[in-house]
């Protein structure tokens, strides 16, 4: 019995150590975590400070923009290094999970739509949907074939960056690395990353000149044209009493439940690929979570709508939750810029950033208005910031662009979304293509999406009957 105590006793010693050391590790992370974030709210409310003092929202300057800008002065690289480095880590990995929460409030603070007559108005967002995502990896490969591949020598993969970072943003970039390093471009993470920071800070900085312009030529909705003038922040919502703290508790409840949702899809899913194997085990397994955020905010939706509980997911309280995480991801996102990298590969930066800016310019104002109905350029400003800065970045134009959500423009993106995110901007088509690049060769790819690009521009011209007239 002297021994068998002596043995228990090292045991339970050696166990306290374990925990105490874990323990410890928590208790430091959980402190660097909070200084993380309450860093990012003292960015946030300083930004505000300064654009409602130089009145920077008149000139089309988010907040969140302003807020990263400053964080990157002070980062460790900055004019004013005082941010230490663990802080520097956690924004790192905020991007995708502030991402996800993004998604999950998406179909939560409305009625789901019926199926009668749904397919019609959201036709021409999924078509302009498909245009800009086919048509970056159109651009990136075209770029890479005629002029980074010849003069710089890149690996021909580098095409499917403007799509992966513009659209699947920094999770998507952060998935794909290992596939990429697979393929023999060992630095398409690094590159990524930086793209979608970059592309961030562009589709929020021109996606503000694009609303500024919108309010200057009348393309906005009459009710939100109007309204712009009171609006004291980007964001900001028609005043209204302010919900209780229960009400902001369960209402992120409700969106920890759809991330819990979309973290068993995702399981399964991955699930079934090992099983099956033969090469979709890769390709599920590269898939990020948030595509299946916004499944688990429809089914959360559905089961409080079949229940009679669907008035404790308030739409108000959704909306700020959405637009609080979009604005977080951004400063997170712009004050961990890369400098390092942007300095020494400028260059076939430089080119993707400006092909896939330029395409989308040219989708959103030349093809939108002949493709989608009413409140035509709410839609299409939302399309901008995913399609160039991820969903996040095109809740921050909408809401610059639509302050009071009058407009059918988040409705149909969030159906949108739920169409097209398993496939594309951290989908399946993302997965697919540097195999496809790698496998077929770039210029068969290239001269695909350029037959993909057709066919659904044809298909949303279509779809929206005689081309109505441009707006003046």
């Known amino acids: ?41 003292l960015l946030l409310l300083l930004a505000g400070w300064v654009a409602r003092r130089l009145s ?33 880590d956690i924004w790192a990995e905020l991007p995708q999970v502030l991402l996800t929460l993004v998604f999950a409030c998406l179909m939560l603070g409305k009625p789901l739509p019926t199926l009668a007559g749904l397919w019609r108005p959201v036709s021409g967002q999924v078509s302009l949907a498909l245009v800009l995502a086919f048509g970056q990896y159109l651009v990136g490969g075209l770029v890479v074939l005629w002029i980074l591949e010849p003069r710089l020598g890149v690996s021909p993969v580098m095409a499917c960056l403007i799509e992966v970072a513009f659209e699947g943003g920094h999770g998507s970039a952060a998935a794909m690395g290992p596939s990429y390093a697979a393929l023999g471009f060992p630095g398409g993470q690094a590159l990524g990353l930086t793209l ?28 939100n044209a109007a309204s712009l003038s009171a609006l004291p922040r980007t964001g900001g919502l028609e005043p209204k ?22 973290l068993a899809l995702l399981a399964l899913l991955r699930l079934g690929g090992a ?78 950033i400006g092909a896939g800016l330029v395409w989308n310019l040219a989708v959103v104002l ?8 009413r409140d035509w350029f709410e839609r299409a400003v939302i399309e901008f910031g995913q399609a160039t800065g991820v969903a996040a970045s095109g809740l921050v134009l909408l809401h610059m662009a639509d302050p009071f959500d009058r407009s059918s423009a988040l409705q149909a993106f969030s159906i949108k979304q739920l ?25 068969t790819w290239t001269g695909l999406c350029l037959a993909m690009v057709l066919v659904f521009a044809t298909t949303g011209m279509v779809l929206a009957g005689a081309r109505p007239q441009l707006p003046a």
Do not use: H, K, Y
């Open 366 to 373: 030349l093809l939108a208005p002949r493709i989608l109905p």
């Open 275 to 352: 099983l099956v194997g033969g090469g979709i085990d890769t390709v599920v397994e590269d898939l990020p979570v948030f595509p299946f955020a916004i499944l688990g905010s429809l089914l959360v939706r559905l089961l409080l709508e079949r229940t009679g509980q669907a008035g404790r997911a308030s739409a108000p309280v959704q909306t700020r939750l959405s637009t609080l995480s979009a604005d977080l991801l951004i400063t997170a996102a712009t004050a961990g810029l890369d400098l390092a990298l942007l300095r020494a590969d400028w260059l076939p930066l430089s080119v993707l």
């Open 196 to 223: 979608a920071s970059a592309g961030l800070v562009a589709s929020t900085l021109v996606g503000g000149l694009v609303v500024l312009l919108g309010r200057q030529r009348g393309w906005l909705s009459i009710d």
């Open 1 to 41: 019995m002297g021994l068998q105590a002596l043995v228990s006793s090292e045991l339970i010693a050696r166990g306290s150590v374990v925990l105490g050391a874990w323990g410890a590790v928590l208790l430091e992370r959980g402190a660097w975590l909070l200084l993380a974030l309450g860093l990012l709210a």
């Open 419 to 443: 169409m097209l995110q398993p496939f594309l901007a951290g989908g399946v088509i993302t997965v697919v293509a540097p195999l496809a690049v790698a496998g077929w060769g770039l210029a």
């Open 241 to 262: 009493p302010r919900p209780g703290a229960s009400v902001w508790l369960v209402n992120l409840a409700l969106s920890g439940c759809a991330v819990l949702v979309g």
């Open 56 to 88: 920077l929202m008149v000139w089309g300057i988010p907040e969140a923009l302003l807020a990263g800008v400053l964080g990157l002065l002070l980062a460790p690289a900055g004019v004013l290094p005082w941010l230490p480095q663990p802080v520097m």
